[in-house]
């Protein structure tokens, strides 16, 4: 472990791009926590915490700042991205692609809100994890997400309530699958939903994989209206929804 002095000059001379972003107590946590990450090799809260020889702290106080922190993910986000557009090398550049995929966050407990029993295409076998929808762009020089959605589960009952209430008709024959074949309910229910979308009221009852990558597309093209970039994504993404810049 490399023990450190103070904050790595790299980070004090990036940091004020996200003062605005925390408070001043938790602004100098934020420092400490990305230095961690960049030195060290334990990079659990302990770990990081130790780092810091001369001003030591008790681990709660970086603890805060990811539990507890009334920080906004989306202000943490705009930042970063004002940082990257701020810099030549790493801003958005006529020649960029952006892609949209979704990657597993694996877990090997099951004590985490919105966690789920997915199939992993690259590992062919199902395990618990969390799914992170991203949008990502790339060009020559550099590589970085532009923004990220996590996966919730389908809430079944809610999608169903919301079906009747939109006056979306349920098959009496499809019902008794709620009770005696309920694999076969969910894809059914999910079906539905998702071929009466031209309904709004229908459209807000889920957020789907593919509609959380519209929503990333069109975020990407309110900010950056002028940027006509292709969107990479795979074949079982393309719909209409996913080229909102066409």
């Known amino acids: 472990m490399i ?11 990036y940091a004020p791009y996200f003062r605005w972003v ?8 934020f420092q400490r926590y990305i230095s961690g990450l960049i030195v060290s090799e334990n990079k659990t809260i302990e770990g990081i915490n130790r780092l810091f020889v001369l001003e030591t702290r008790n681990q709660s106080s970086l603890n805060r700042l990811l ?25 958005i550049k006529a020649r960029g692609v952006l892609s949209v995929d979704d990657t597993l966050l694996s877990h090997y407990g099951r004590c985490f809100e919105q966690i789920t029993w997915l199939y992993d295409p690259a590992l062919r076998c199902h395990r618990w994890a969390h799914n992170l929808v991203g949008l990502h762009y790339s060009d020559e020089q550099t590589d970085y997400p532009m923004g990220f959605c996590l996966w919730k589960p389908a809430d079944l009952d809610w999608i169903e309530s919301g079906l009747r209430a939109a006056g979306v ?3 009496a024959s499809k019902e008794v699958l709620k009770q005696d ?10 079906g539905l939903w998702r071929r009466k979308q031209n309904k709004a009221e229908v459209k ?7 509609v959380l990558a519209e929503e990333l597309l ?5 900010v950056h209206p002028a940027a006509k970039l292709p969107v990479a994504f795979d074949s079982w993404r393309r719909a209409a ?5 066409d």
Do not use: C, M
């Open 241 to 245: 929804g996913l080229l909102p810049h």
């Open 204 to 210: 807000r009852l889920y957020k789907s994989k593919l």
């Open 218 to 222: 069109r975020g990407f093209v309110a």
């Open 181 to 190: 074949d309920p694999k076969k309910w969910r894809p059914y229910l999910l």
């Open 169 to 171: 008709p349920i098959k």
């Open 22 to 29: 925390f408070s001043e107590a938790a602004f100098l946590q």
């Open 3 to 13: 023990p450190l002095l103070d904050i790595p000059e790299i980070v004090q001379h």
């Open 67 to 91: 539990r507890e922190s009334p920080f906004s993910v989306e202000a943490l986000n705009e930042a970063r991205l004002h940082l990257l557009e701020d810099q030549p090398e790493t801003r």
